[in-house]
C-alpha cells in the first residue's frame, strides 16, 4: 500500500497538507482560501476531486477559513473536528450552519482513533497551544499483511512544548511532521509587542527550533532504526526563522540517531517535495495505536486568547 503526503502550504499565511491512499485523499487543516488551494493542488498534481475528507488541528484562522468551509460544503466532503472546535465555528462562520446541516461536521475526541477510510486511522493527541483544544495527529496506513502499521506520519504544526503522551504516540513513525517555528534569539529582537513575544515563547505558544530539535531527538530516540525516514519543519515564523536554521538545527539532532533521515523544509508559497510512502517490514519498532471508542457528548467551550492567525 503506498501512499503519498505533501505539505501544500505551511506558516501564519495559512496552512495545509495533503495525504493520498488508494483513492482517498486526506487535508490536514484547510487554511488556504479555496482559489490558492486549488493552485495549490493543481501544482502537485491532484485537484478537488482527490481530496475525501478534512481533519483540523485546532481553530486559528491559519487553519481553516470560513470561504474554504463553504466550498467544502459545496463539494460535499466532510470535516473531522473537535466538538468544540465546531463549536467556534458555529459563533464565527457564516457557512456553518449549512455545511453542519449537510451531516459534514464530523467529531473525534481526545486519544480516541478515528477510522478514516479502510486502511487509514487518525488518533488525535491534545497539544498545548492558546487556541483551545488543538491537537497533534499520528495517522496510520494499515495493512491486512501484518498487525502493525504499514506507515505512519506524526503531524504537530503548533504547540508550546511537548508532553510524554506526544512522544508516546509518534514514536517509530516513519514522517515526523513538527513545527519549528522561530529562531529564540531572533523572536527575542524582534520589533514586536513583548506580550506576543511571551505568548511565543510560552509554553501554550509555538516551539523553537532548539525546543522542536530536542522533541526530534527524543521521538528519534524512542524509535527503531531507521525511524523517521523524513523530517517534515512545519509553520516556520517569516519574520523570526530562517530556513537555513531550521534545517541545521534538525539535522544535528539526528546526526548520531538517524544520519539518514531526510529532512524537508516547508514553506509558505510553495508546496513541498512529495514523500513516498511505502510498506515497512514486521520488525519496524513502532508505536501501537488505541482501539476506536465512541466519541463524547460535546462540552462548553471556553474561548482562545487568540483566534486570529498564527505568528
Excluded at 495533503?18 to 488556504?32: A, S
Excluded at 497539544?127 to 498487525?147: C, E, K, M, N
Excluded at 523572536?187 to 513575544?197: I, T, Y
Aim: proline share 5%; net charge neutral.
Amino acid at each position: 500500500m503506498t501512499a503519498r503526503f505533501t505539505v501544500l502550504a505551511s506558516g501564519s499565511g495559512g496552512n495545509t497538507s495533503l495525504l493520498e491512499l488508494d483513492g482517498f485523499g486526506l487535508l490536514i487543516d484547510c487554511g488556504l482560501h479555496p482559489k490558492l488551494l486549488t493552485a495549490r493542488l493543481q501544482s502537485i498534481g491532484a485537484s478537488w476531486e482527490r481530496v475525501s475528507a478534512v481533519v483540523l488541528t485546532h481553530t486559528h484562522t491559519d487553519h481553516w477559513k470560513d470561504a474554504t468551509l463553504a466550498d467544502l460544503r459545496s463539494r460535499r466532503i466532510p470535516m473531522y473536528a473537535h466538538p468544540r472546535h465546531y463549536e467556534h465555528m458555529e459563533r464565527v462562520a457564516s457557512s456553518f450552519a449549512t455545511f453542519n446541516a449537510a451531516g459534514l461536521a464530523r467529531e473525534y475526541s481526545d486519544g480516541r482513533l478515528v477510522e478514516l477510510n479502510k486502511g487509514l486511522t487518525c488518533l488525535p493527541i491534545r497539544v498545548s497551544h492558546d487556541s483551545v483544544p488543538t491537537y497533534a495527529f499520528r495517522i496510520d496506513g494499515l495493512d491486512d499483511q501484518q498487525p502493525s502499521p504499514a506507515w505512519s506520519i506524526g503531524y504537530a504544526a503548533d504547540l508550546g512544548c511537548s508532553s510524554p503522551e506526544l512522544i508516546s504516540a509518534f514514536a517509530g513513525v516513519d514522517v515526523l511532521a513538527l513545527e519549528y517555528n522561530h529562531d529564540e534569539l531572533m523572536e527575542r529582537a524582534s520589533p514586536r509587542p513583548k506580550f506576543l513575544v511571551d505568548r511565543v515563547l510560552g509554553d501554550m505558544g509555538h516551539l523553537s527550533n532548539k525546543q522542536a530539535a530536542e522533541l526530534t531527538a527524543t521521538i528519534a530516540g524512542r524509535s527503531g532504526e531507521g525511524f523517521p525516514s523524513h523530517l517534515v519543519q512545519l509553520h516556520l515564523s517569516k519574520d523570526c526563522n530562517k530556513p537555513e536554521l531550521a534545517a541545521v538545527a534538525g539535522r544535528e539532532a539526528l546526526v548520531a540517531l538517524n544520519p539518514t533521515t531526510e529532512v524537508i523544509t516547508a514553506r509558505q508559497d510553495v508546496a513541498a517535495k512529495a514523500i513516498t510512502l511505502v510498506r515497512r517490514p514486521n520488525s519496524a519498532n513502532r508505536a501501537v495505536a488505541r482501539v476506536n471508542r465512541p466519541a463524547p457528548k460535546r462540552r462548553t467551550i471556553q474561548p482562545s486568547l487568540f483566534d486570529d492567525s498564527d505568528w
